[in-house]
């Protein structure tokens, strides 16, 4: 028998078999901060230049639809409280200094949600202040974990796994050489890590990373707890958007709870009181 019987003749055999080795080597070489291997097929700077498109085509649309608050007191609220924490995130992370850091607020108070995407780009719904009544130290808390998702490249895990699910446009673009293909691939998997929920790992993860930032930026440790105390009450009535992408079982509070005497001892006097410029997107 030839050799030619044993290499696979097909586009779609040659395609699964270059995809098998692009995963091979790049997930092989990435973990994430706290040394887990992670599943990427696109690159965190990569995600980064994707996600700043996917943003500003999310952003545009809601200020078309007239959806982005404008209020100065909310504004400087989210803009002073997101600072303190990007400047312990930037401190912790010096390679997140370049990111283009801002924050959409959004007029929508039915929606208890907030996210970050690779590069800084976050966004707040006005329904975690009108359904939760949160404290500073409990938005901290939110804002914490989003940040830490961006900064341990979950949402470069998120658009590889959309890219996974929409394999075909990756192997069109890898067997033919057509860059395009492959890049309008990344472009939809911008889009769609918007919307597909992080892994309980990559939430964990969150947890731990994002209660140290806000206790470095000054923000009370304890308030992990109470913030999930009040998402739990709302989950009871209401669903909530925030819990449905950000799965919460049993143990999260205890695990957060353990983490605090931890926290206490990080003595954050010394940077609290300094505030990263954070652009508030209008």
């Not at 707890?225 to 909530?240: F, N």
Request: a negative charge; glycine letters at 4%.
């Amino acid at each position: 028998m030839s050799l030619k019987h044993f290499i696979p003749q097909s586009n779609t055999l040659r395609n699964a078999a270059v995809i098998a080795l692009l995963l091979t080597a790049v997930t092989a070489c990435t973990t994430s901060p706290t040394g887990r291997s992670q599943f990427m097929l696109i690159s965190p700077e990569s995600a980064i230049v994707e996600s700043r498109q996917a943003y500003l085509s999310t952003v545009g649309q809601l200020n078309k639809e007239d959806k982005l608050v404008d209020d100065p007191r909310m504004a400087d609220r989210v803009a002073t409280i997101t600072g303190r924490l990007v400047t312990e995130a930037i401190a912790l992370y010096p390679d997140s200094a370049d990111w283009e850091w801002s924050v959409a607020i959004i007029d929508d108070d039915e929606t208890v949600n907030a996210w970050c995407m690779a590069g800084g780009r976050m966004a707040a719904y006005t329904g975690l202040f009108e359904q939760l009544q949160l404290t500073d130290d409990e938005f901290a808390q939110i804002m914490g974990h989003e940040i830490s998702h961006a900064l341990a490249n979950h949402t470069a895990e998120r658009m590889s796994r959309a890219m996974a699910i929409n394999v075909g446009v990756l192997a069109a673009g890898v067997a033919s050489d057509n860059h395009v293909a492959t890049l309008a691939g990344a472009a939809l998997a911008a889009k769609l890590a918007l919307e597909l929920p992080n892994s309980r790992v990559a939430e964990s993860e969150a947890d731990e990373i994002g209660i140290e930032l806000a206790t470095r930026a000054g923000y009370a440790p304890e308030a992990a707890v109470s913030l999930w105390q009040k998402m739990g009450g709302l989950s009871e009535s209401r669903p909530a958007e925030f819990l449905s992408t950000h799965p919460a079982p049993e143990n999260r509070q205890a695990a957060l709870s353990a983490l605090v005497p931890e926290m206490r001892a990080l003595n954050p006097q010394a940077r609290m009181a300094k505030v990263t410029p954070i652009t508030i997107v209008r």
